[in-house]
């Protein structure tokens, strides 16, 4: 079946910092990638998403690109700012499926 | 904007009572979806429906059950509450196709006393 792995948090980081959040998924076929966001006190939010190899996903001034070979879509940010404290989540979403895989999300703390 | 709502942010109950927990989407998906979040745990499905009266079990769906009598609403119910049931209940809907994102409800805090 699909599953999502994404690295466990929390990750603590300084402002301007680089962020990775890294992701492997697991699926059979070409699944559509996606990362959600979770704001403290707040359901989930998509950040982007990337629905075939080599796609990049981008918002925000975050990224993510769609690696086959690897079965990865990585989270990237070049320089956090406080505002980006928050619970990632990696998701997948099989072909002609319905139902989105989480990953076990990854806290991030930005620190002034 | 798509705009999923549930109906309360917190709630407690106690052991061995009925609870409702509703959800209302506002964009006319055939898709809902109710999951629960637990820490380190991540969201775990329970239940999702892909049309009216229409449902299917996700992960962990012992102990709940599901309603959709409108394709707006989707409730969940507890049958019988339980401590171990305590968690954040988390509802979203999405529009049937490939590739097309969930849209999430703010959040149901649960606890079960």
């Known amino acids: 079946g699909n599953s999502v792995t994404q690295m466990e948090g929390p990750v603590t980081l300084s402002e301007e910092a680089f962020l990775t959040i890294n992701c492997t998924y697991t699926?059979?076929?070409?699944?559509?990638l996606f990362w959600y966001v979770q704001y403290p006190g707040e359901g989930l939010q998509l950040l982007l998403k990337a629905t075939k190899a080599d796609d990049k996903g981008s918002n925000k001034g975050f990224e993510a690109t769609y690696r086959k070979e690897t079965t990865s879509f990585h989270l990237e940010k070049g320089s956090v700012q406080v505002s980006d404290s928050a619970v990632y989540f990696c998701a997948s979403l099989k072909a002609a499926g319905n139902k989105l895989t989480f990953g076990g999300g990854t806290r991030v703390l930005v620190k002034p | 904007d798509v705009k999923v709502t549930q109906s309360s942010r917190y709630l407690v109950k106690r052991t061995g009572e009925k609870v409702f927990l509703e959800c209302v989407q506002d964009m006319d998906h055939e898709n809902m979806f109710w999951y629960r979040q637990d820490p380190g745990l991540g969201l775990r499905l329970i239940y999702f429906?892909?049309?009216?009266?229409?449902?299917e079990k996700g992960d962990i769906p012992e102990g709940y059950s599901v309603s959709r009598e409108k394709k707006e609403r989707f409730s969940l119910i507890l049958e019988s509450a339980s401590t171990n049931q305590t968690s954040m209940y988390l509802c979203a809907s999405r529009r049937q196709g490939a590739n097309t994102e969930a849209f999430f409800g703010q959040g149901t805090r649960l606890t079960v006393v």
């Open positions: 699926a059979t076929g070409y699944p559509s």
């Open positions: 429906s892909y049309d009216v009266k229409m449902k």
